[in-house]
């Protein structure tokens, strides 16, 4: 037989004949658990309880450069829940990332390449679901630098040296 719980959660299956049971619970959402029971001649009643977890979620997505898109393989992708790192990967030479088994709630997305600024994203993961979370690192700045001296070499204090940008 099977039934649904009430909305406290309770549930009765009448009318079993004394034996060995495997009982089920199942819920959307939720992880299903599955547990033996066993119904004796003069006992009226066999409780078996179930404590079902959340089903866990997944978090995927793609790494790329803020310039022109392109993928970034080799980023560290980090799921951080708070201060605390859940799980960490690497991209793929796609950009590509998968984070799975969690639970649900939010989390954060954090990306670090060399040569980018890092970037993060706020998500929230939902049971059975899969969140897509891209993030777009923009390249790190560079920098130019180097003396102004004269010839004998001594330094030239209050140069002024400017940067334009070619082409």
Known sequence: GSTLTDASGAYSIPGLSPGTYSVRATAPTYQTVNSTAIVVLGEPTTTVNFSLESSPGTITG?????????????????????????????????????????????????????????????????????TLVNIALAPSPGSITGYVNDP?????????????ENG
């Open 62 to 130: 793609k790494i790329t450069n803020s310039v022109g898109g392109a993928a970034v393989p080799s980023a560290a992708v980090d799921v951080l829940q708070g201060a605390v790192v859940i799980q960490s990967t690497v991209t793929d030479a796609n950009g590509d990332y998968t984070l799975s088994s969690l639970k649900p709630g939010t989390y954060t997305v954090r990306a670090n390449a060399p040569s980018f600024q890092g970037g993060s994203q706020t998500t929230t993961v939902s049971a059975d679901q899969t």
């Open 152 to 164: 004998t070499p001594l330094p030239i204090a209050g140069a002024t040296v400017v940067v334009l």
